[in-house]
RNA sequence: GCCGGGGUGGCGGAACGGUAGACGCGGCGGACUUAAAAUCCGCUACCUUCACAGGUGUGUGGGUUCGAAUCCCACCCCCGGCACCA
């Protein structure tokens, strides 16, 4: 691509960008002060993964939001808006595998490329504070936080069926999972029984569902959260096996329809369920070792696909219902979910769609037991889940079944065969990962003392340099002997290290703590200076991280809390989620569409600020939207009228007529632009900003032209209009600030303020309907009394045309906008 | 299936229940130029009309209202998320 550009602009955009890049460097113009006396604004977006260049993505995340951060300074706050990379993660170790470059090295040089053009957007980021999170000086505190977390019994390690990314080579957190496949990979995943270390997320399940600590969160943000955590109020209740004559004398299920109770006519259990090999005949045993077997095998794909068609195997085994007596046969299926509840389903067919399902495959009895309101006795096409009178329910029999529900807890709580409880679909976050680029964690395996924590002071676990970078299903790390033999810290004899890392989620749940004082040494942030910043004003970000990042960070900052590391319950103030930007031809940009737009080639062309302008003018940011090469030459000759019209030399004027209507026009048009801009930008609607400041530079163009106005009014007037280019064209309007001859530097001024008395119009357009459709418009004064405007709009001969034979009703007026009369 | 977001000119998109289409792109016409590009000026929803003007228009069908892109009901389509959670 030789000339993308069709625009040729009377300024040199590298020029003006390296010249104010290097001055706003060199000053430190963008420098953070803790102790200013400000109020702190914190704005953050969320950190790049260094995976080696900047892409139009980042620039559409990034961009807008440093023009929000800008106007925040403008609008006198002291603001932090820091900027790091998150640098741990598989790509470093994949390249260390394909290409044999050391991870380190890798991701270095592309941090390295990466905030050179970081640098090119012209942001307000302090690089002083830059972190990269694959640094001991960073991950130690990883490892702090991992024992305390620990000693807190919030770490725990367990033996779990966890899912498997078998290209990744590694286990996955839940929320790791899309659709059955890896979050990064896309390759479908599997199950595997392992020792893992988990965080306690599930102890904050309710607190991380209320949101109240929350000030201007996107309401779709949350219910996905919601709905991650998924609470379940309902019962748990036993069924008796005493007659087996196992260990065990009964199998706990949960439900929320205990109102369905008499209706229980099969059990399910999962197919991982401990008691399955008690439960199962020996007549039946080949047929479910089968079936487990199958169903541990399956990708979650193949159980997913499976979704209409149930499956599950008799055991041979009863179990009783004990309100009723009944013994209904247990079965083995894999819709039955061993980490939900208890693992153990009640089959109430008749009320529930699933169960329903799978008695009519494996011809188990139907009861209803809650009755449609007109209900006459037929069979049902399908399960009835909504409320109705119960039957076939003994005593509870004519209840209401909302009632029941009440009812049949109370006395199953009586009878000490169950208890009222709550559920959750969240599980616990599993943090180990099979891969070497990650922080280690902690903790050495002694063969007298078992598991054992590090002492804080050892830390950190270093990573060492040389390791074996094959994809073998385990740690690089386990190869490595000099890191996998340690001393046990209690006993001093020879221990084995923990050689899974952490997953990189650790890292961002509390990088925004770190940006407070990146380069402590003491702990991981300094109390005092975490005080003066956190928690984060506004938060920007991709909303593709609802149920990973952004509930990590959440559980993170409450257990900090917990343990008096910090006195605020949330992270995350306000959170803004901008779209996603598409290529051209409308579609999701990728290299195999060839639809990727490479933002260095039009920063070098038309420069930063056209980029910059253009990303926050092409429609809502949180919309997204699809990127235009017409579209950005459109912006950058804009920005090239703006360039001539502010370099106008206002003396010139002087010696010019000057019209006072022209000038009160213009000064009227100035303040209401500065309202329009000063309020879109407060709630990020950059595009219909930009569009006020068009508008406002042509009137500038027009005036000029007509030459009808005052050297001073011209001269406020370009003055204000550069103070709002600033945080959109921060180049461009430093340039044309200094040749204006403003002092340096036009980041550090205050936002234009407007006046109403200035904004407010004197004539308007009354517009004139008769039976609401226009008929006519009358330029009025904007105090005209009602009386006078309805005389105006029936004396108006083009309204008389349509209302002269007729009978008038009424008349609508609406000050300052319009009169409609109403004609019968 | 469930939960969000969205359907407005040729295109991206504007519009406190009150002038639909701001701003920009594209297109057309003109100026400048030997010429082209760039730049500047004008026009540009659709239909009828030489024009004046009129009619029709915000996914579809109803409704509320003096007045609906905007509020209510039903439906269609697109995008994103969740999908056996007992």
Redesign the pocket.
Known sequence: MTTMR???LRYNPQEIDRKWQERWERDGTYRVRDDDPSPKWYELTMYPYPSGDLHIGHWYAMAPADCHARFRRMQGYNVIHPMGFDAFGLPAENAAIQRGIHPYTWTMGNIENMRGQLRSMGTVYDWEREIICCVPEYYRWNQWFFLKLYEKGLAYRANAPVVWCPSCQTVLANEQV??GRCERCDTSITRRDLEQWFLRITDYADQLLDFGGLVDWP??IL??QR?WI?R?V?VEISFDISQLGLDESEIS?????IDTIFGVTFMVL?PEHPLVEKLTTPERSSEVAAYVEQARRQTEIE??S??KE?TGVFLGSYAINRLNGEQVPIFIA?????????????GVPAH?Q?DFEFARKYGLPIRLVIAPSGWAGGDLEEAYLEEGSMVNSGQFDGLPSSQGKEAIADFVEGQGWGRRSV?Y?IRDWLISRQRYWGTPIPIVYCEKCGTVPLPEDSLPVLLPEDAEFKPSGESPLVLHQGFVSAACPRCGGAARRETDTMDTFVDSSWYMERFTSPKYDDGPFEPKVLKEWMPVDQYTGG??H??MHLLYARFWTKALRDMGLVDFDEPFLRLYNQGIILGEDHE?MSKSRGNVVNPDEYVGSMGADSVRCYLM????WD?G??W?T??I???A??L??VWEVCQHDPSELDDRPTDEQTVRDTRRDLHQTIKKCYNDLDRF?F??A??SL??FS?RL??VWSEGNVDSATWRDCTEKFLLMLAPFAPHLAEELWERAGHPYSVHNRMFPQWDEELAAEEVI?L?V?V?????D?LQVPVDIAEEEAKRLALASA?VQTYISDKQIART?Y?PG??V?V?VG
């Not at 039955?336 to 009640?346: D, F, K, N, S």
């Open positions: 069709q625009v040729e899309l659709n309401e779709k219910t996905m709905n998924g379940s309902g299920t949960f439900t929320t329809r999962a159980r997913l499976a979704e149930k894999d819709y039955a979910l061993m980490g939900y509840g208890t693992g153990a389903v009640m529930d699933r559920s679909r909303a593709e609802a149920v999701k003018f092409l429609g809502p919309q939207g699809p235009s017409s579209g030459n459109g912006v000759r804009w090239n009228r609607k595009n219909t930009i569009a068009m508008e042509n163009n027009r357009t517009v309907q039976n609401g459709r226009l008929r418009k083009k609508h609406v906008r319009l409609n109403v």
